[in-house]
């Protein structure tokens, strides 16, 4: 919801009758601060989720999120939207930290990839019910509607586990026996206890959030695991996904003639992008999530090289009636592309090449990374677009997107239907030669 009110409210932040005035830039900062404060959240993540688990994490979620939502509602100043996002980035680095290492978690292996991905999709479907809220209501409606989602999720979760394996790493094995058992709904659950177990029992005694860090740089393989996070979660931030967005009403009036309100284009878009991400999810397990990156890559490569051809040809004057259906067609792949593997495979890749004692310091640090590149990201192209040429930005989105093909290829691995405990014996435990 967060995500999804930046498309539809900036033009209305910008109309003449708006209840604030704002210029460009200073929206331009409304769309960027919640990434900022996503990347503080992930950080602030490296010392909470060990601490008290991954299940309270997310319910403590709840504070940040209701005090964004009510200074959007009650305060119209330009400080108080610039708080109320980066407070409603915090809230939202927090919950994907902790709610993506939840759901990798609980997965049993062979599911992990499309549960991993189910929890990017609820995003999504908060993106698309933000799109459609924000187009025919006020500010304030928006707010409330989002305040009562979030406290209805958390009357619902209050009542889940805690996860397995931090129940076992806190030595409560009786809790972490019930919630296998919740979780499977069945009592054959030995086999994957044990699993769990062996990995667990295999970990460094010292677990620190900077000594965990420095154990894993120092073991054969971890500055490989480390390196792959960190260039997967840039992968994720320079795909341009924040960009097609929060600024897809806005692109979409951009596009001389256009047939439609920009508004009604973006909810299309946002629909297309569910669907084509349902395809994602069925594929993860099967086809991999090496593949489906590369695929995605080559396709969001291809498709913002050819929307900054047609307006590099728009805004030069260019006779382009008959190639209104260029930049349609090169949006619809371009959210296509997306979906398919940049959208959230990296994100369930980042909660399976970690070991089980780092994976909430290491991932939580590598969130931060992400949304740090996007807040980066956003006010870059941004500046280029608006300041500059729209062209230009797409082409700067392309050329980014193309040096990633060769680390996909040549050097990210495989993790499909592998268990945490084969993927570290693969990645970080394997002894030197």
Request: proline residues 3%.
């Amino acid at each position: 919801m967060f995500l999804g009110w930046t498309s539809p409210m900036i033009p209305k932040l910008l109309a003449e009758d708006s209840v604030l005035d704002i210029t460009i830039n200073e929206a331009s900062w409304a769309v960027s601060l919640l990434k900022l404060g996503m990347a503080f959240g992930c950080f602030f993540s490296i010392f909470l989720l060990d601490l008290v688990g991954r299940k309270i994490a997310i319910l403590c979620a709840i504070i940040p999120t209701i005090s964004s939502w009510s200074l959007t509602a009650w305060d119209m100043s330009t400080l108080s939207l610039y708080v109320a996002r980066f407070i409603g980035g915090a809230a939202g680095g927090i919950i994907f930290t902790a709610g993506s290492i939840y759901v990798t978690e609980i997965a049993p292996p062979q599911i992990r990839g499309a549960l991993g991905s189910y929890f990017v999709l609820m995003d999504y479907c908060g993106n698309l019910l933000g799109y459609v809220i924000g187009s025919f209501a006020t500010m304030q409606d928006y707010s409330y509607v989002a305040m009562l989602l979030s406290l209805l999720q958390f009357a619902m979760f209050i009542w889940f586990p805690e996860t397995p394996y931090y129940l076992l790493r806190k030595k409560d094995y009786g809790g972490a026996m019930d919630s296998f058992i919740f979780l499977r709904a069945s009592y054959d659950i030995a086999e994957e206890l044990d699993s769990v177990m062996r990995s667990v029992e295999g970990e460094p005694s010292d677990t620190g959030v900077f000594s965990s860090l420095f154990n894993l740089y120092f073991q054969p393989g971890g500055k490989k695991a480390i390196l792959i996070g960190v260039c997967v979660m840039t992968m994720q931030a320079l795909s341009g996904s924040i960009v097609l967005i929060a600024y897809a009403q806005i692109i979409f009036d951009s596009i001389d003639d256009i047939y439609w309100q920009g508004s009604y284009m973006s909810i299309a878009l946002a629909v297309i992008h569910l669907l084509s991400y349902l395809f994602c999810i069925s594929q993860v397990d099967r086809v991999g999530r090496r593949p489906l990156m590369i695929v995605s890559t080559i396709g969001v490569t291809i498709c913002s090289f050819l929307l900054g051809v047609y307006f590099c040809m728009q805004e030069n004057n260019f006779k382009i009636e008959s190639l209104q259906w260029l930049p349609f067609l090169a949006l619809l792949f371009y959210t296509i592309s997306i979906s398919l593997g940049l959208a959230s495979v990296p994100f369930v890749v980042m909660n399976e090449i970690f070991p089980m004692y780092v994976k909430a310091s290491s991932v939580s640090l590598c969130f931060c990374l992400n949304f740090a590149w996007s807040f980066v990201m956003v006010r870059v192209w941004s500046a280029v677009a608006f300041e500059h040429s729209m062209y230009a930005a797409f082409w700067f989105v392309s050329s980014l997107n193309a040096f990633g093909i060769f680390f996909l290829v040549f050097y990210l691995p495989e993790t499909k239907s592998q268990t945490f405990l084969r993927i570290q014996e693969k990645l970080v435990c394997r002894t030197k030669k």
